[in-house]
């Protein structure tokens, strides 16, 4: 079976490609060394595995994920490569595919959006092209599978093994030949593609530099580096030899588009029409607030309220009746129908309830990534960003943490600066979670029911001003870090397709899905027998019940914020394990059947006041499990994740206290 290697740059629809030719795909853990994600499909016509490289623009590492290509290359066997570029940013894409053609496998070319294109006004010639490249070039466009099929062929057919059978000679002119040459001559006979290796050193590749201190002494290496990039600066006026070779690389290239590219006239771009008006210094942050706000309208009051009143309508009517007539026809005991009533469908069904809610978020967030507006998102950031020591490209992940911290902590991979990217992960569970919302929309349909959306906003903005202001500190005092350029793809404008966006949607909120069934699950009966049993034994009343005591211990220390109870303390713990469980906890302290019950109980125990400030303190306060475990995982640093857990706890009191005070103060109680 043939192993395939998907490459190209970001944002070319790489991942739309791979999901169009293996029809499904699977995670298979981490490429070795790094935690870089690692995506494998079987193609659909059964003959070959598709091995999808994270996005990247060189071979020339600067991310975690352009070291994984050239970590993939050195160390592993493969059959061919799929490179997708981008027909209207193609230029730019070909320098990856130059380098890729150099490593000597065979190569076939996905031009991909040539509809955008010729939108555009490019007209490009794919026979001269090819010829040029020596290598089969396919026009697809993968939104709407055009041409996938034609590919899909090439893969799997003779053409693709007889492609490219030997490495694309680029000449890099008489002196780096020769230095080529040089350099070939001394690695021994196993090193795979010996000219693209000496290439990718010159270049300063860092990770084909280790590879090749393995086999030569890396003091000759040192001084044939310096004696050849003496030799590019005297003879081409002071250029470095890593820019010389780009150079050249490009001016070939636009030899080679000089034949095959024309240029028709040019129709109306609506992508730049519209981001005269997103991308303006001025109304890019409002427009993105106003997006935000909307987005919380749709989730909490338009569409995300009613459908959760029908959910839970069906847990606690159909299927709460028909359990318990099944119960009653097997003769189950009332020790078994209170784990099932008070435990189980207290916790998991109060959970479940806010499914659809959540699910509209990811929806609204899958489109926000599909259609174009993300990377506006950080260019518009960019400019504040940099005043606190970040850059737009930090902003990325922090958007996607509105969903989850732990891909939003992942997706900080693609930052270069190491200490950019450190404090992009410390800063990321400040973001405010899908699993947050559960609390939120508990809270504010009791205290805030007619302005649910501003509420819910306010808690979002609250996050990012506060993160904004910890990456200030922290990158002036812990992490002072270089400078650091920002570069980001916008692509143009799309309508999401559907199906791309309800697979995009169900990826996201499967796992919320899943922890409602698994771990939420076995919270909730956890949860249940704490508050069945105490120090008197079994069936006490509940504030004699260990999770009373357990609660207690720290309720004393909440006193302060507003919300200084047991059950609180209780609800705030338990939520450690994931945030979503402190809807359970309060399901279950509390005996609530149903939703609306619950809101009418915790309207005795709470002001509007005290609930903002809970709800604030469930923000900032320390991450879930998952996402301590994904902190120590990405910065390998016990340190910081500890710093990470202990500044957030900090931060929660603080904040929330200033917020009771001043609320005090203005005369709310």
């Known amino acids: 079976m043939s192993e395939i290697v998907l490459a190209g740059n970001p944002n070319t629809g790489k991942s739309s490609l791979f999901n169009i030719l293996t029809g499904s795909y699977e ?61 209207s940013q193609i230029e730019r894409n070909l320098n990856l595919t130059l380098q890729l053609l150099e490593y000597g496998k065979p190569v076939v070319i996905a031009l991909n959006m040539v509809d955008v294109a010729k939108q555009q006004g490019f007209e490009i010639d794919i026979e001269r092209l090819s010829e040029l490249l020596k290598t089969p070039v396919v026009p697809v466009v993968a939104r709407s599978g055009k041409g996938c099929d034609v590919l899909l062929h090439m893969l799997t057919g003779e053409s693709s093994r007889n492609a490219c059978e030997k490495p694309y000679m680029l000449s890099y002119g008489e002196l780096l030949e020769k230095a080529c040459a040089e350099l070939t001559a001394r690695m021994p006979d196993h090193i795979v593609s010996p000219r693209w290796m000496a290439v990718q050193f010159l270049e300063g590749n860092s990770v084909v530099r280790a590879a090749l201190e393995k086999v030569i002494d890396s003091q000759w290496l040192d001084q044939f580096y310096q004696s050849t990039e003496q030799s590019v600066m005297e003879a081409y006026g002071g250029k470095k030899l890593s820019q010389y070779i780009r150079n050249k690389r490009s001016d070939h290239i636009k030899e080679i588009l000089a034949q095959c590219l024309t240029r028709t006239e040019r129709r109306s771009n609506l992508s730049e029409r519209i981001d005269r008006v997103v991308t ?65 469908f207290a916790g998991v069904g109060g959970v479940l309830v806010f499914v659809p809610q959540i699910f509209i978020l990811f929806l609204i967030i899958s489109f926000i990534e599909d259609s174009g507006y993300m990377a506006r998102i950080a260019s518009v950031m960019d400019r504040l960003m940099e005043a606190v020591g970040l850059n737009g490209k930090a902003f990325i992940p922090l958007i996607i943490g509105f969903g989850c911290n732990v891909p939003g902590i992942m997706a900080a991979r693609t930052i270069e600066q190491p200490k950019e990217r450190l404090l992009t992960i410390i800063l990321s569970p400040l973001m405010s979670c899908s699993a947050r919302l559960s609390v939120y929309s508990l809270f504010v349909g009791i205290f805030f029911k007619s302005n649910q959306a501003l509420i819910v906003l306010s808690l979002y903005v609250m996050g990012i001003v506060i993160a904004l202001l910890l990456a200030k500190l922290f990158s002036s005092t812990i992490l002072k870090q270089q400078e650091s350029m920002f570069v980001v793809e916008l692509p143009p404008y799309r309508i999401p397709q559907w199906k791309t966006l309800s697979r995009s949607t169900w990826e996201k909120g499967k796992g919320f899905v899943r922890k409602a069934g ?76 149903d939703t609306a019950t619950l809101q009418g109980l915790l309207a005795g125990h709470f002001t509007a006041l005290q609930a903002y400030s809970f709800m604030a303190f469930i923000l900032l306060y320390v991450p879930c499990l998952a996402t301590v475990g994904v902190i120590r995982k990405e910065t390998m640093s016990a340190r910081w994740t500890w710093f990470s857990i202990l500044y957030s706890l900090v931060i929660a009191y603080g904040i929330s206290l200033v917020i009771v005070t001043v609320g005090r103060a203005l005369g709310f109680h």
């Not at 975690?64 to 490179?83: C, G, K, P």
């Not at 303006?280 to 607030?289: A, Q, S, T």
């Not at 706000?293 to 749709?298: D, Q, S, V």
């Not at 959910?311 to 606690?316: A, H, R, T, W």
């Open 27 to 87: 995670y298979v853990g981490n490429w070795a060394g790094v935690t870089v994600e690692k995506k494998v499909g079987q193609l659909k016509a059964g003959k070959g595995q598709l091995i999808d490289l994270p996005g990247l623009y060189s071979l020339n590492p600067l991310s975690h994920d352009e070291e994984v290509a050239s970590r993939f290359l050195l160390n592993e066997s493969f059959d061919s490569i799929l490179n997708v570029v981008d027909a």
């Open 518 to 593: 698994t771990f939420i699950f076995g919270g909730s009966v956890i949860i249940w027998l704490l508050s069945y049993a105490g120090p008197g034994g079994f069936d006490v009343p509940m504030n004699e019940s260990f999770l009373a005591k357990i609660g207690g211990a720290i309720g004393y220390l909440l006193t302060p914020l507003g919300f200084g109870t047991w059950q609180a303390g209780a609800a705030l713990i338990t939520g450690f394990l994931a945030k979503e469980v402190v809807v359970s906890t309060m399901n279950i302290i509390y005996s609530a059947p």
């Open 280 to 344: 303006n210094k001025y109304l890019g942050i409002p427009i993105f607030l106003v997006f935000m706000y909307l987005t919380f309208k749709l989730t909490f009051e338009w569409i995300g309220s009613p459908l959760s009143d029908l959910v839970d309508g069906f847990i606690n009517g159909p299927l709460r009746n028909g359990t318990e007539w099944l119960l009653n026809g097997v003769g189950a005991t009332s020790f078994i129908k209170a784990i099932i009533f008070d435990g189980i």
